[in-house]
């Protein structure tokens, strides 16, 4: 579900108060080193909800398991994540870096006791079918390798691999071990 559609006690409920989903709260991609290094955790929250407050489309879809929130899945414009662009992750992108069409899947966050239950998937589904809604016209995504890197769950942030390509994303490029750019044509 579109995070702009559920109550704010939700998406707290799933970033939590503690670990990096807590310190981080999708902000990341969108400010410089500078920026990240200078801004606390509570102004990353304020920043997500604002940006959510702002007349536009969603940054993101809330998963729900039996009327709880289990997970997050941050889905935008790539043009949106500043420092996406200048990133190891998206080497041998075939996009041009200034379409806002080519939207770019860069967090997961599963609360502890709903992993391996198939809330990835419905994230990633719901992210994509957001994101076709909003005008996109191809999704990227950058995640991890798992069958060639082993990940702690902190580093599976990107999404695994297999979970995308079971999503009928593919391969663009490897640019580094463990790790690949994946597009899907939503057109």
Not at 57 to 77: F, K, M, Q, R, T
Not at 89 to 98: L, N, R, Y
Not at 162 to 182: D, K, M, N
Request: aromatic share 8%; with cysteine; charged share 25%.
């Amino acid at each position: 579900m579109p995070v702009s559609d559920v109550p704010w006690h939700d998406v707290r409920t799933v970033f939590g108060t503690r670990g990096d989903p807590a310190r981080c709260w999708c902000q990341y991609f969108i400010l410089s080193n500078r920026e990240w290094n200078e801004t606390s955790a509570a102004d990353k929250e304020r920043m997500l909800c604002g940006r959510i407050e702002e007349n536009r489309s969603a940054p993101g879809v809330l998963a729900y398991l039996d009327g709880e929130p289990v997970g997050w899945c941050a889905i935008e414009p790539r043009t949106d994540y500043r420092r996406i662009l200048t990133s190891r992750v998206v080497t041998g992108s075939v996009e041009p870096p200034d379409d806002a069409r080519v939207w770019a899947v860069t967090c997961f966050v599963v609360r502890v006791g709903f992993r391996r239950q198939g809330v990835a998937g419905a994230l990633l589904e719901a992210a994509v079918a957001h994101a076709r809604k909003h005008g996109a016209r191809d999704i990227e995504g950058y995640p991890v390798d798992t069958a060639e890197k082993k990940a702690s769950s902190a580093e599976l942030y990107h999404g695994a691999l297999s979970l995308f390509l079971g999503a009928g994303f593919h391969v663009v490029s490897r640019p580094a071990a463990g790790r690949a750019v994946v597009s899907l044509s939503v057109e």
